[in-house]
Structure formats: structure tokens, C-alpha cells
């Protein structure tokens, strides 16, 4: 059976991949329940609705699971590649209808002072609308850079560019989106 090379991942990572590759179906439950979150905050963070970057987590880890046994080596990290899919599959819900939030969204915290929600809430909200003027190469690389956490090699392999443009894209949309947030007063 093939190695897998997880940049990263440990050596569970490892086994569920090889388990799940061979038809394991407890494997990736394993590997789901690991990347769920994650695979999550990409979709929402692409611009969708907490209801829509779940169905979109969900659609994602079926398309893994289909294309796992051809999952290799060169294809980078389990997570980079999650994150490709993920984003692919954001972009395709992005276009067949525009994101609708949520009500909860919209309600305060019942443990936190209501004016400090307020301003949280705000601060949020404008950061959002921002990230959601930002070109999506651009916006792809903020986020799974500064939400999600990736390196730049796994960021690299995730959207199949060279590292040299993720240094690029995420300069470019770390001053387009402080500029943004300048122009809507909420710049720090």
C-alpha cells in the first residue's frame, strides 16, 4: 500500500488515510470528525452562511471520500487538500445563490455585556462585508493563512499555486482589507 506523506499530520492522520484509501468507512469517519471544523470555517469563510458552509463541509468530505483512493503523495497535506476541495466547492455554492445570514447571527450573547456584543458584533460584521470585496484568490489565501491557520507550502498546495503567490496574494489582500476597513471606519 501507498505512503502518505501528511506535512504535518500525525501518524494517526497516517493510518485512518491508508484504512480509508483500502474502503474503510470508520477510517473517515475518523479523518471527518478530525477536519470537520476546519473544513467548516474555509466554506464559511469564503462567504457563506453558517447553514451553507456546513452542507458545503458536507459535500466536501463526499468528494474526498471519492477521490481518497487516488488521494497520493504529491498532492500535498490531507488538510491542503481538504481545504482545495472545500474552497472549490464554496465557490460553486457562492455562484448558485448568494449567502442569507442567519438570525441567531444577529442576537447578542446572553453571558456578555450587551454594548461590548454590540461593538463585537459590528467589528465582525464589517470584517465580513470586507473580506467579502476582496478579489476570491485573494480571500482564499487571508483566510486559510490567518482563519485557518495553514503554511504557506500548505496553502500552496491547497489552491495549486507556487509559494512565491501566496506571499503575493496574502500582501495584496492584507492591505486591500485593511484599506477597506479604513474606509469603513472600522480600521484599528
Known amino acids: 500500500m501507498?505512503?502518505?506523506a501528511l506535512c504535518g499530520g500525525s501518524d494517526s492522520d497516517r493510518e485512518w488515510v491508508i484504512r480509508a484509501q483500502a474502503g474503510d468507512k470508520t477510517a473517515f469517519?475518523?479523518?471527518?470528525r478530525r477536519y470537520?471544523?476546519?473544513v467548516v470555517g474555509v466554506a464559511y469563510h469564503q462567504g457563506l452562511d453558517l447553514a451553507a458552509a456546513e452542507d458545503v463541509a458536507q459535500e466536501t468530505f463526499v468528494k474526498a471520500w471519492l477521490a481518497l483512493p487516488h488521494f497520493r503523495e504529491s498532492a500535498g497535506s490531507l488538510r491542503a487538500w481538504l481545504c482545495r476541495i472545500a474552497i472549490n466547492t464554496a465557490i460553486d455554492a457562492l455562484?448558485?445563490?448568494?449567502?442569507?445570514?442567519?438570525l441567531e447571527e444577529h442576537l447578542p450573547d446572553r453571558n456578555s455585556d450587551p454594548d461590548e456584543q454590540v461593538e463585537a458584533d459590528a467589528r465582525v460584521e464589517a470584517v465580513r462585508r470586507a473580506l467579502d470585496q476582496l478579489p476570491s484568490a485573494g480571500r482564499a489565501v487571508l483566510v486559510l493563512r490567518e482563519?485557518?491557520?495553514?503554511?504557506?507550502?500548505?496553502?500552496?498546495a491547497a489552491l495549486n499555486i507556487p509559494p512565491?503567490?501566496?506571499?503575493?496574494?496574502?500582501?495584496?489582500?492584507r492591505s486591500r482589507?485593511?484599506?477597506l476597513l479604513t474606509e469603513m471606519g472600522e480600521a484599528t
Open 2 to 4: 501507498t505512503q502518505v
Open 29 to 32: 469517519e475518523q479523518l471527518v
Open 36 to 38: 470537520q471544523r476546519l
Open 95 to 102: 455562484r448558485r445563490e448568494r449567502p442569507v445570514q442567519a
Open 147 to 156: 482563519y485557518e491557520g495553514l503554511s504557506y507550502a500548505e496553502i500552496a
Open 164 to 173: 512565491g503567490t501566496v506571499m503575493s496574494r496574502l500582501s495584496y489582500a
Open 177 to 179: 482589507l485593511r484599506a
